[in-house]
């Protein structure tokens, strides 16, 4: 069994949530604007999802 606390656990609970919020937020802005130039919006929006994901992933935990 492992040493993890109850604050430890909730502590990587927010830090996930506010990770995927972040990045649904940040895939919505990219989607606007790739839509306001034209090209597709839910492309847009998927490439902001991953790269925002992959980025703050990356600051946060290390490769």
């Known amino acids: ?3 993890t606390t109850i604050v430890d656990f909730i502590e990587e ?3 996930g ?6 990045s649904l937020i940040a895939g919505s802005i990219g989607g606007v604007l790739f839509g306001q130039v034209g090209l597709n919006t839910i492309g847009g929006f998927v490439v902001g999802v991953l790269l925002t994901f992959l980025g703050a ?3 946060l ?3």
């Open 1 to 3: 069994m492992s040493n």
């Open 13 to 15: 609970w927010q830090t």
């Open 61 to 63: 935990y290390g490769r």
């Open 57 to 59: 992933s990356y600051v």
């Open 17 to 22: 949530f506010f990770l995927m919020l972040g």
